[in-house]
């Protein structure tokens, strides 16, 4: 495969490109005290990441491919679920790595045979991300290579110093959700380049080969870490 020659200042296509997902679901339930991880977890009466990967299906956003990256062990889980749930829907099931970045790096191989398109990276335990964040995070990164969707913060926000703590200007700031998306010989690249402590998303991986583009997120599109995050999830999912 050819490495992309994109620059921070080229123009990407406007036209329609191939969508394409990765879906990274390594969470072990630790923080929410489960006996499961916590992607498994059932939220209205079904698991989390089912309810994420419909969100990707829908007819509505045209994803071309879906990419889940699970722990290996539990590969035999999942495929379970798919038959107690009856899910038809298709994807490909890829084991992840030793961390998030080795995950996506991972899913990336899968879709080795692709020459061009837009990549979503999405959290497996955001299941209430809706069509319209996705299609304006995927039509951002068309149009400019690297896309992401965020909020701005509610809370006023400080920052830790020796001799105490000191205000930030919050109107600055922002909290990164998924997806991610981003032209896909543009991940391939970052992708390459050796991981670092700073990678936490895969802004992070992009962001010193290519500007970040931010588009607006939904708070409604909440990573299920805690059992608090469960509840509101479900509340919700009801209220829709």
């Avoid at 500007?211 to 509840?231: A, F, Q, S, W």
Wanted: aromatic share 6%.
């Amino acid at each position: 495969m050819p490495e992309s020659t994109h620059s921070a200042t080229q123009s990407f296509s406007h036209s329609t490109q191939p969508r394409f997902a990765i879906i990274v679901a390594g969470g072990t339930g630790t923080r929410m005290g489960a006996d499961r991880p916590k992607q498994f977890l059932e939220l209205l009466g079904e698991p989390v990441l089912l309810h994420t990967l419909r969100r990707f299906a829908d007819p509505a956003v045209e994803v071309q491919q879906c990419v889940v990256v699970l722990p290996a062990d539990q590969f035999e889980t999942w495929q379970q679920l798919c038959a107690d749930f009856a899910v038809t829907i298709p994807h490909a099931v890829v084991a992840g790595g030793e961390s998030r970045w080795a995950s996506v790096r991972n899913g990336l191989a899968f879709l080795a045979s692709e020459q061009a398109g837009i990549v979503a990276v999405h959290d497996g335990v955001r299941p209430l991300v809706s069509a319209e964040v996705i299609n304006t995070t995927y039509t951002a990164a068309a149009e400019h290579g690297a896309a992401i969707a965020a909020v701005p913060v509610k809370d006023s926000v400080r920052g830790l110093a020796q001799q105490g703590s000191y205000a930030l200007d919050r109107s600055r700031l922002r909290l990164v959700q998924t997806p991610q998306c981003f032209e896909l010989t543009l991940l391939r690249r970052a992708y390459q380049l050796p991981e670092l402590p700073t990678f936490t998303d895969d802004a992070s991986v992009v962001e010193d080969l290519h500007p970040i583009r931010m588009v607006p997120g939904d708070y409604r599109n909440l990573k299920i870490t805690t059992p608090e995050d469960l509840i509101v999830a479900e509340a919700l999912l009801r209220a829709r």
